[in-house]
């Protein structure tokens, strides 16, 4: 991010801002909080792609746009010893999200394990809070979500597929756990869309275009995607040389566990759109599990067991060049600690979302 026209706002500044902004839309108070905490959660991890960038155009906007209720109501479909099925009939993603996952952890301290699977619900921001709730809690957690058509599948140029993150976290006996939150795509529509506010192209081999042309420009490449021409490619890329079916075939995994556990929707149901062209909810589905260790060796023993996996991991010989080696969940540590001292920066377009979103509910800004 150039430094230009940046500007850097303290943790618990943005916080505030962005609880002040979804309750003037609509959103009560004590859920606007868990959407500001979820947003704010992964501005903190200098994952820039899910926190204050997705306010306006994912919640604001389609609030506004009448497509995503403020008002969460959750349903309990279906509920067994460690299992259920929740509904949360298109309101805010996060407080389902976070309802269900409450569910999945004191499900896992009775049995060992708890899983929940939710339809009807929205976009609910990083992944990665989900799955550190069970690590808090002790425990192992994992959770998907599929998405609207942004990947094609291996050998096609037809957006199918959401990004449809698999993410994982684990408690570790180290000062961060490991936690692996990323999209089965190389890319996802969220950095394309910071490419975007920076200027910036999108590197070659991310995107594929319908007549099969690598796509580039960041602007060109969101307005495609919601025309239906254009694609993000899979991990390993387009075709099978380098491992494209393998993001396929993860993104179908996680497609299937938020959509056929729950009786829920799935593809081009997630589009956004009717028929005629009309703006409708994106009724996504999820999953959560909470694994608790102490229902095989302890939870001690697993905690110092995955922190020596790490340590040995990070010691291995270094390529040439190299400083040092990471594992899942260190970066964001490190990114943690930094914008605790400095802040959470904003460019200049997200800078004018901000101003605008104040301006029309009468707040300040900054």
Do not use: W
Request: hydrophobic fraction near 40%; include cysteine; proline fraction near 5%.
């Amino acid at each position: 991010m150039s430094e230009s026209n940046v500007i850097r706002i303290n943790l618990n500044t943005l916080e505030r801002l962005m609880t002040d902004i979804l309750t003037g839309i609509g959103v009560p108070v004590e859920d606007a909080a868990i959407c500001a905490d979820v947003l704010l959660a992964a501005d903190h991890r200098g994952i820039d792609s899910h926190g204050i960038n997705r306010l306006k155009p994912i919640y604001y906007d389609r609030i506004r746009a009448g497509i995503l209720n403020p008002l969460t109501e959750i349903e309990t479909v279906r509920e067994g010893p460690a299992t259920a099925v929740m509904d949360g009939h298109n309101g805010m993603g996060m407080v389902v999200a976070r309802r269900a996952m409450t569910a999945a952890i004191e499900k896992a301290r009775q049995f060992g394990l708890g899983m929940v699977a939710v339809r009807n619900s929205t976009h609910y921001g990083i992944a990665g809070y989900y799955a550190l709730m069970a690590v808090e809690a002790g425990m192992i957690g994992m959770t998907g979500t599929n998405a609207r058509p942004s990947i094609a599948p291996t050998f096609s140029v037809e957006n199918m597929l959401g990004t449809n993150p698999l993410t994982v976290g684990m408690p570790t006996d180290e000062p961060f756990p490991f936690l692996l939150d990323c999209a089965t795509s190389i890319t996802q529509r969220g950095k394309i869309e910071a490419l975007a506010r920076n200027d910036q192209p999108v590197p070659e081999g991310l995107v594929i275009g319908s007549d099969g042309s690598i796509l580039t420009d960041a602007d060109a490449v969101l307005t495609a995607l919601t025309q239906d021409t254009a694609a993000l490619l899979p991990l390993g890329g387009a075709g099978e040389e380098r491992g494209g079916y393998k993001g396929y075939g993860y993104a179908t995994v996680v497609e299937i566990l938020s959509a056929a556990l729950q009786a829920g929707s799935f593809l081009k149901a997630l589009s956004g759109t009717d028929p005629d062209g009309h703006r409708i909810p994106y009724p996504l589905g999820h999953f959560f599990l909470a694994i608790d260790p102490d229902a095989f060796m302890g939870r001690d023993r697993f905690r110092e067991t995955t922190g020596n996996i790490l340590r040995q991991l990070r010691a291995a010989r270094r390529a040439p060049g190299a400083e040092r080696i990471y594992t899942a969940g260190e970066k964001e540590y490190l990114a943690m600690q930094e914008r605790e001292r400095t802040g959470v920066p904003l460019n200049a377009a997200l800078q004018r979302d901000v101003e605008t979103m104040c301006r029309e509910l009468k707040l300040p800004a900054f």
